[in-house]
C-alpha cells in the first residue's frame, strides 16, 4: 500500500522542535541510562485515497485534483529516532517509536466536516428532496483511517527493521495520533485491531502504556490574561491565593551554583509524594543529568530543550517542586512532588502558573501536564483529584491510541506476558497491599 524507504542519519536539522521525545537531545540524555539510538529518514509514498473510487464512479478530475492538494497521493520525508533497551543480559531488545507516525493523510477541517454533515441532515429532514442523503465530497477523519494507518504502521516497521539490532524482538509505536475523546480513540484502535486481524498484520495493542496516552494540552499562543481566562474561577482564585499568602516561586537551571542543594530537596520532596500516592521514580542522578546536559549545551551553544527546576517557597519552607521542559513547540510538566505540609496554600497552583508564563515567554505554543486519568471526570474516580488539578487549567483534553506493537521474534509472546504480569503487580497487588 505505501511505499516506504529508510535510512539512517547522522545530522539533523531538527534540533528542538516537534515531540521532545524525538529530539536528538533527549534521545542521547535516555542513551546515557541504559538505552541506545538511531535516526532514520523515512521516505513515505502515500496512494491517493479516492483512486479506487474515481475508476468505480468516475469522479471529475477536478475532484482528483482537490485530493492531490489535500496532501494525498505525494512523498512525505520525515525523521525518526527508535530508541533500544536491552535485557536478559544482552540477549534481546525492543525497539521504541516515542510520537511517531502521524496520521498518513491529511485530515479534513472540522469545519468542512460540521458543514457536510448539517447539510446531509438538513436533506434528510427536507419533505421535497430525495430520502436518500449522499455526501458528495470526500470527508477523511482519523477514524477513517483506520485500514491505511494499521497498514502504514506494519510497512514502517518492515522497512525499520532490517536497520535495527538483530538481537530485536519487537518495534514498539506510540502514535502521534490523539482524539478528543476516549470513545473515538476507542473506536479508532478497534479499527486497528479489525483490520489487523483480517489482513494478517500482526498489530498487538500493548495493554502497558509507555507514554501517558491521556493528557491536556494548555493553549499558550493568547495573551497571559485569556490564559487565566479559561482556567477555572476557583483555579485562578488559588492561584491568587498563594501569592497573596507569601508563596515565592524560584527557577534552577543547570548551571546554577546551588543546583545540587536544590536537586536534594526536589529528590526528599519526591520521595515524600512517593510514600504518600504510591508511586516510584527515578534516581537522583537521573534528574541531575537530565538538568546538568540541558544548561551544559545550552552553553555551547546548541538549541536545545531548557530543563528548570521550580520550588515553591514558604518562609524558609521549600514545599513544592516541578521540573520542566521547554522547546520551541511544547513546554512539558515532566515531574512533581510536593510536601504534606502547607498543602492549602496551594503552591502547586502557583508553580503550574509560573512555569506555563515561563514557557510562553520562551516561545512554546502549548503546556503539556502530561498524563491524566481519562475517566477521572467521574467524581468517584480513585484519581478524580489528579483529573480536576490539571484539567481545571484550561486546556484541551487529548486521548493518544497508546503503544502497538509488532513483533519480529517468537519470544516477543513471553516478553509481554511478563510485562503484564509486572504491570499488574505493581500497579494492583502492590498499592492494595499498602492500602492504596
Known amino acids: 500500500m505505501f511505499d516506504i524507504k529508510v535510512k539512517a542519519i547522522e545530522n539533523t536539522e531538527h534540533q528542538n522542535d516537534g515531540t521532545f521525545l524525538q529530539t536528538p537531545f533527549w534521545c542521547q540524555f535516555k542513551s546515557r541510562h541504559g538505552w541506545s539510538y538511531r535516526r532514520f529518514e523515512v521516505q513515505a509514498t502515500m496512494p491517493d485515497l479516492f483512486k479506487e473510487d474515481e475508476a468505480d464512479c468516475g469522479h471529475s478530475q477536478e475532484k482528483s485534483k482537490n485530493a492531490s492538494d489535500a496532501g494525498f497521493g505525494v512523498t512525505k520525508t520525515m525523521e525518526v529516532s527508535v530508541l533500544n533497551r536491552s535485557f536478559a543480559k544482552g540477549m534481546f531488545s525492543i525497539a521504541y517509536i516515542p510520537l511517531f507516525p502521524k496520521l498518513p493523510y491529511q485530515c479534513t477541517p472540522e469545519e468542512v466536516l460540521d458543514k457536510a454533515l448539517a447539510d446531509s441532515d438538513s436533506a434528510d429532514t427536507d419533505d421535497s428532496a430525495p430520502q436518500i442523503s449522499i455526501i458528495n465530497q470526500e470527508l477523511v477523519t482519523p477514524e477513517t483511517q483506520s485500514i491505511e494507518f494499521a497498514h502504514y504502521l506494519r510497512e514502517l516497521a518492515d522497512a525499520l527493521k532490517p536497520q535495527l539490532p538483530k538481537n530485536t524482538i519487537a518495534i514498539r509505536f506510540d502514535p502521534d495520533v490523539s482524539f478528543s475523546s476516549p470513545e473515538d480513540r476507542d473506536f479508532f484502535n478497534f479499527g486497528i485491531k479489525t483490520i489487523s486481524y483480517a489482513d494478517h498484520l500482526h498489530l498487538k495493542k500493548n495493554k502497558v502504556d509507555i507514554q501517558p496516552p491521556d493528557s491536556t494540552l494548555v493553549d499558550l ?131 503550574q502558573w509560573t512555569a506555563m508564563r515561563d514557557a510562553k515567554a520562551y516561545g512554546s505554543k502549548y503546556y503539556d501536564m502530561y498524563g491524566m486519568p481519562p475517566e477521572g471526570k467521574n467524581e468517584h474516580h480513585p484519581m478524580h483529584g489528579l483529573y ?49
Open 221 to 351: 499562543t493568547g495573551s497571559e490574561e485569556e490564559i487565566l481566562n479559561r482556567m477555572h474561577a476557583k483555579w485562578r482564585y488559588n492561584i491568587r491565593l498563594s501569592e497573596r499568602k507569601g508563596v515565592v516561586i524560584h527557577r534552577y537551571l543547570g548551571n546554577d551554583i546551588n543546583l545540587s542543594e536544590k536537586l536534594d530537596k526536589f529528590y526528599e520532596l519526591t520521595k515524600e509524594t512517593n510514600a504518600r500516592d504510591g508511586n516510584s521514580s527515578h534516581a537522583k542522578a537521573y534528574y541531575l543529568d537530565l538538568i546538568k546536559s540541558s544548561a551544559e549545551e545550552i552553553a555551547a551553544g546548541k538549541d536545545v530543550p531548557v530543563i528548570s527546576l521550580y520550588i515553591a517557597e514558604h518562609e524558609g519552607d521549600e514545599i513544592a517542586s516541578i521540573m520542566t521542559l521547554f522547546s520551541h513547540d511544547e513546554a512539558i510538566y515532566l515531574y512533581g512532588a510536593s510536601s504534606n505540609n502547607k498543602r492549602n496554600l496551594m503552591p502547586n497552583h502557583l508553580l
Open 388 to 436: 480536576m488539578f490539571k484539567a481545571n487549567f484550561g486546556g484541551k483534553n487529548i486521548h493518544r491510541t497508546g503503544s502497538w506493537d509488532i513483533p519480529v521474534k517468537p519470544v516477543y509472546g513471553l516478553y509481554n506476558c511478563a510485562e503484564k504480569a509486572r504491570a499488574f503487580w505493581f500497579k494492583k497487588v502492590v498499592k492494595k497491599l499498602k492500602g492504596r
